[in-house]
């Protein structure tokens, strides 16, 4: 659950929306949560990929968040949990 009294969750989850949605379009995400320790942050969230992704699909989409978001700050890690979506 997002605590939306915090800013930085909340400019964090924006971020990371914006960086799912252009990686791709179909796919949403939530549970969005934040986690920060003493030399990173570990931003925690669940993404939803459609049915007909595979498995390797599902994997290189993940990693592709991760490297983006990394590469934005090297001080954030994701914690990423592939849902599928069966509509």
Do not use: W
Request: charged fraction near 30%.
């Amino acid at each position: 659950p997002v605590d939306v009294r915090d800013e930085l969750t909340a400019r964090m989850k924006e971020k990371v929306g914006k960086i799912i949605s252009e990686t791709d379009e179909f796919i949403s995400f939530h549970d969005f949560r934040m986690v920060s320790g003493e030399n990173q942050t570990n931003l925690i969230f669940d993404i939803v990929v459609p049915h007909s992704y595979n498995q390797k699909e599902a994997e290189n989409l993940v990693e592709t968040i991760k490297s983006t978001v990394n590469t934005a700050d090297s001080r954030y890690q994701c914690i990423i949990t592939v849902d599928r979506s069966y509509i």
